[in-house]
């Protein structure tokens, strides 16, 4: 289980990229942090997320 953006979900195997498209998240308007490092957007793809790790996803909203 990892926990994401403080709620236990069942993403362990799933690439950061997959999580992202499976929660409806657009990768270009987000921010991800695993276990406390910034992951760069060209990195998605490649880091698998494992049981017990942690992740914030932040997404960017425009407005004035």
Not at 23 to 30: H, K, L
Request: glycine letters at 12%; a negative charge; aromatic letters at 4%.
């Amino acid at each position: 289980m990892v926990k994401v953006n403080g709620e236990i979900c069942d993403a362990a195997g799933r690439t950061i990229a997959e999580h992202l498209e499976q929660t409806g998240y657009d990768p270009v308007r987000v921010a991800v942090e695993h276990n406390g490092v910034i992951v760069p957007k060209a990195e998605y793809e490649n880091t698998v997320l494992e049981d017990g790790d942690e992740v914030e996803v932040v997404s960017f909203v425009g407005g004035g």
